[in-house]
């Protein structure tokens, strides 16, 4: 029987895999950095997603630079209420800065501290964010509330488990060119603080009800379809989370798989590249990492052989919004098994669980369709025994269909 060796080696996640990457990067090629935090308050099936992010391409070699600045999100994704709704500030980027290698921050013209991430120490960081009605000038995207709404954030994470799923490629990332890197470094966290929207206080309280997620991107180039082809289905992002908290945190279940195929260039060519992280508890951890590039796959995985990581996507729907057209699955079947483990997770999203995040880059803009409190079927079957560990449809599913759609923006605020 394959023994897990994740049980006795503790991942060591730290400040460093949230760190600022610029400077590890080519000054004359386009950057961008996002963090991202999802705050699912379970018992009233309300989701709060949180974007911090840059986009640097001012004197780099591309040939548009529309983009160039920081930018930050809040959306809600209310299921119980049918409620959604959107708002994103886009500052300009001597407005934006950063403390060493962390501490983003963006101030306004008066210097006062309108966002930042606070790393408070390996395990432990706040983020704060400021909508102010006075900086309505900053408003780029306003859906679903009026453009002057004022939100305020203060939240503190403490984390539960994290992973950083391409530590074993960005030593290769310079090699392979600036290709899109992905880091959970906090897959799911007690969270605690205040949420303020329109006067309205949301108390997040350190109980299992509430939880956070917490992940980050970067890179130089973002995923798209070799040139000269049609805009295919095939070339997209996915996401996908489920998360069983627990009083008890050694109980808690949390896993997170990503999954991208992209053309990278010339020389790269295509990369299908699949990253997944389960923590059945804390003591059962099982790592699966699958990468293609050229002829060569590189696999990696802690219990023996990565035998599938699967993802079927069907039940498509035309999505339209005031940005156009798009279409996407509404089920995304994703099926990993290693030696000792297989899980399904079916994911069943309706049409209002979606949000567009958009995710600006040099001269275009991405769409991310990502659902939020999906309906979701888990199955965990442990091989070796023939066991069911879990079989059960939770409601608060994490999904994502991300993809380059032709959309229309409104210009950036000026
Ligand atoms: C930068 O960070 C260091 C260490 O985290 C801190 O001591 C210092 O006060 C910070 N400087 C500014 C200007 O925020
Ligand atoms: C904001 O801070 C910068 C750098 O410290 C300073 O040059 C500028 O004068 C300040 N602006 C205001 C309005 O205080
Ligand atoms: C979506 O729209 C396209 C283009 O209008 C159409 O060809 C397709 O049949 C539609 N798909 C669905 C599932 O409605
Ligand atoms: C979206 O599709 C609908 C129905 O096919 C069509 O009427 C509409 O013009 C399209 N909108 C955009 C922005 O392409
Ligand atoms: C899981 O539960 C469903 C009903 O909830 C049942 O039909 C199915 O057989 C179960 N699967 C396993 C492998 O236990």
């Given at each position: 029987?394959?023994?897990?060796?994740?049980?006795?080696?503790?991942?060591?996640?730290?400040?460093?895999?949230?760190?600022?990457?610029?400077?590890?990067?080519?000054?004359?090629?386009?950057?961008?950095?996002?963090?991202?935090y999802w705050l699912r308050d379970t018992v009233n099936d309300r989701h709060f997603a949180i974007a911090y992010g840059t986009t640097l391409?001012?004197?780099?070699?591309?040939?548009?630079?529309?983009?160039?600045?920081?930018?930050?999100?809040?959306?809600?994704?209310?299921?119980?209420?049918?409620?959604?709704?959107?708002?994103?500030?886009?500052?300009?980027?001597?407005?934006?800065?950063?403390?060493?290698?962390?501490?983003?921050?963006?101030?306004?013209?008066?210097?006062?501290?309108?966002?930042?991430?606070?790393?408070?120490?390996?395990?432990?960081?706040?983020?704060?964010?400021?909508?102010?009605?006075?900086?309505?000038?900053?408003?780029?995207?306003?859906?679903?509330?009026?453009?002057?709404?004022?939100?305020?954030?203060?939240?503190?994470?403490?984390?539960?488990?994290?992973?950083?799923?391409?530590?074993?490629?960005?030593?290769?990332?310079?090699?392979?060119?600036?290709?899109?890197?992905?880091?959970?470094?906090?897959?799911?966290?007690?969270?605690?603080?205040?949420?303020?929207?329109?006067?309205?206080?949301?108390?997040?309280?350190?109980?299992?009800?509430?939880?956070?997620?917490?992940?980050?991107?970067?890179?130089?180039?973002?995923?798209?379809?070799?040139?000269?082809?049609?805009?295919?289905?095939?070339?997209?992002?996915?996401?996908?989370?489920?998360?069983?908290?627990?009083?008890?945190?050694?109980?808690?279940?949390?896993?997170?798989?990503?999954?991208?195929?992209?053309?990278?260039?010339?020389i790269l060519r295509t990369m299908d590249g699949r990253f997944c992280d389960i923590r059945l508890d804390g003591k059962t951890h099982i790592?699966?990492?699958?990468?293609?590039?050229?002829?060569?796959?590189?696999?990696?995985?802690?219990?023996?052989?990565?035998?599938?990581?699967?993802?079927?996507?069907?039940?498509?729907?035309?999505?339209?919004?005031?940005?156009?057209?798009?279409?996407?699955?509404?089920?995304?079947?994703?099926?990993?098994?290693?030696?000792?483990?297989?899980?399904?997770?079916?994911?069943?999203?309706?049409?209002?669980?979606?949000?567009?995040?958009?995710?600006?880059?040099?001269?275009?803009?991405?769409?991310?369709?990502?659902?939020?409190?999906?309906?979701?079927?888990?199955?965990?079957?442990?091989?070796?025994?023939?066991?069911?560990?879990?079989?059960?449809?939770?409601?608060?599913?994490?999904?994502?269909?991300?993809?380059?759609?032709?959309?229309?923006?409104?210009?950036?605020?000026?």
């Open positions: 029987m394959q023994r897990l060796i994740s049980a006795f080696v503790l991942i060591l996640v730290g400040l460093h895999y949230q760190r600022y990457r610029q400077n590890e990067y080519k000054k004359y090629r386009p950057y961008y950095q996002w963090w991202y391409c001012h004197k780099t070699d591309v040939k548009s630079c529309v983009y160039d600045g920081a930018a930050v999100s809040f959306s809600v994704v209310d299921n119980k209420q049918n409620y959604r709704m959107q708002k994103y500030e886009f500052h300009d980027r001597n407005r934006f800065t950063v403390n060493g290698t962390f501490n983003f921050k963006i101030l306004s013209d008066t210097n006062e501290t309108l966002f930042e991430i606070i790393p408070l120490n390996d395990d432990k960081f706040q983020i704060r964010g400021n909508m102010k009605k006075e900086n309505v000038n900053n408003v780029w995207i306003h859906e679903g509330c009026p453009k002057d709404i004022e939100i305020e954030w203060d939240l503190t994470l403490t984390r539960i488990y994290g992973w950083y799923a391409q530590d074993i490629f960005e030593g290769p990332d310079r090699f392979l060119e600036g290709v899109i890197m992905w880091n959970t470094y906090s897959h799911t966290a007690e969270v605690e603080g205040k949420l303020t929207i329109k006067g309205d206080d949301v108390i997040i309280k350190k109980d299992a009800g509430f939880r956070a997620y917490g992940d980050g991107n970067w890179g130089e180039l973002m995923p798209s379809s070799p040139p000269k082809q049609k805009p295919s289905a095939k070339y997209a992002w996915g996401w996908y989370y489920v998360n069983i908290p627990s009083d008890d945190k050694f109980q808690e279940l949390s896993i997170i798989a990503g999954t991208g195929l992209s053309y990278m260039d010339a790592e699966l990492r699958t990468m293609e590039v050229w002829d060569m796959s590189f696999e990696s995985c802690n219990d023996g052989k990565v035998h599938r990581f699967d993802v079927e996507r069907s039940n498509w729907v035309n999505f339209t919004d005031s940005f156009g057209n798009a279409t996407i699955p509404l089920r995304q079947l994703v099926t990993l098994e290693s030696d000792s483990y297989l899980i399904t997770m079916d994911f069943n999203a309706v049409a209002n669980n979606f949000n567009r995040l958009l995710f600006a880059f040099t001269d275009y803009v991405f769409s991310d369709f990502e659902g939020l409190g999906v309906s979701t079927d888990l199955l965990i079957i442990e091989k070796t025994t023939g066991k069911t560990l879990r079989n059960e449809t939770l409601k608060s599913g994490g999904v994502e269909y991300g993809y380059l759609f032709d959309i229309t923006v409104p210009p950036l605020p000026t």
